[in-house]
């Protein structure tokens, strides 16, 4: 089974090359996968980059494409435009794989209903973490989940950090929504594309595969209050959008009146969570998570009023199809099929 390992990156520099070093030894026959470098950096990653490629030429194949657009989904499908691969294995900069884990993240492919598979990603903290960040590991996208294989018929929790999919799934519901674009997320990124493929493909499978494992490397600007705030807002937008395509999906006709409806209840959440913060001592988890709450339901309202009231923006979050456009698809070949 061919696989084509796509990292997206964008000014890692050095850090980057850790990864890919763990990438060249992994145990799977070098010439069933390629690896794939869709790079937007602006700090000179580029001629790192080259540099390793052209000392490593070989097996497994490897090369560079460039994506000058600002968007973790532009980088993650220039990947799969120039990919061969019969699945498209998603691994971010910043993760360091085990020997073994590419060959375990593919293994249940085997069984034609599994569509995606996820792996288990353990931190690897720059510094001793404080207490709290053990309560809230889903904002440093570490997996949820311990050492058992699981399977989702709905709703899988799998991070792009360490996850793949099938090329052709991949391509029929439209590839990656939006993510990360700019300082603030727009969309929902691999948790909006695992919606898709349950929709698009009922009685298929997502499987988790413990035995898959990435170190993802966790910075110690990671590790402040702040980051974690930051992370709380942007999955209120996260939220609303995985919300608002909910709907679309139902093809509710009160489109506008739900939305106003749902605000409420954000606002009503929003004041809750700020009110339990005053309570709360500083020495309970609960706190951090009112506080966290707070700027989850505060961002949550932002994305919706600015859904209600700004055609343009609404139109952009409305889109589904992030790969079949020509637009975007301008200076690539035309994708797997």
Known sequence: MYASVVIPTMNRGKAIIDLLEGLIVQDYPPEDFEIIVADSSRDGTEIILQEFIKQHSGKPKMQYVREERVGLHYARHAGAYVAQGEIYVQIEDDAIPEKQWLRSLLTPYVDPRVMATGGRTLPRYESAPPWWVEHFKEYISLSPFDSVRLEFTSGAPIF?????????????????????????????????????????????????VPEAVVYHVVPNQRLKIAYFKKRARNQGANDFYSWYHTILAEGSPNRNYRMVRHLSLLLASALKSFLKVALLKKSSPQYYQEIFQVKRHTRGMQFGWKLLFNSTFRAFVERTDWLSDPQIRAGYPVPYQ
């Open 160 to 208: 792009a950090v360490n996850m793949s999919v099938r090329m052709d799934k991949l391509f029929a519901v439209g590839g990656y929504n939006p993510c990360i674009m700019g300082p603030e997320w727009q969309g929902d990124g691999e948790s909006g594309l695992q919606y898709k493929l349950f929709r698009k493909f009922p009685g298929s499978v997502i499987v988790y």
